[in-house]
C-alpha cells in the first residue's frame, strides 16, 4: 500500500492522547500507523452502502418467463 503525504489534525482528550500513546508504545507503531490502522477497522465494520437488493433475487429459476406477471402462475397468492 502506497502511503500519499496527507496531514490530518485532530484534538485529542487527554485519555484519548494517552490511549494512542499505549496502542503505540504496545504495538511499536508510531501515532500516524495506529491513527491508520484505526481508520482502516472503523472503514471495515462500516461498509459502503450499495443499491439495495431483495435477498435471493435472481438466483432460482422456475422456468416460467412470466412467474411474476401471468394472473393464472399466481391464483392463491396475496388478498
Known amino acids: 500500500?502506497?502511503?500519499v503525504k496527507t496531514s490530518v489534525q485532530a484534538r485529542l482528550s487527554v485519555d484519548e492522547e494517552r490511549t494512542l500513546a499505549h496502542l503505540g508504545q504496545s504495538l511499536?507503531?508510531?501515532?500516524?500507523?495506529v491513527v491508520r490502522e484505526g481508520l482502516r477497522l472503523l472503514a471495515a465494520s462500516h461498509p459502503a452502502a450499495g443499491p439495495?437488493?431483495?435477498a435471493g433475487m435472481g438466483k432460482f429459476s422456475s422456468g416460467k418467463p412470466d412467474l411474476g406477471s401471468n394472473q393464472k402462475h399466481l391464483k392463491g397468492f396475496g388478498g
Not at 28 to 33: Q, V
Request: glycine content about 8%; hydrophobic content about 40%.
Open 1 to 3: 500500500m502506497a502511503i
Open 28 to 33: 511499536g507503531w508510531s501515532p500516524s500507523e
Open 52 to 54: 439495495r437488493r431483495i
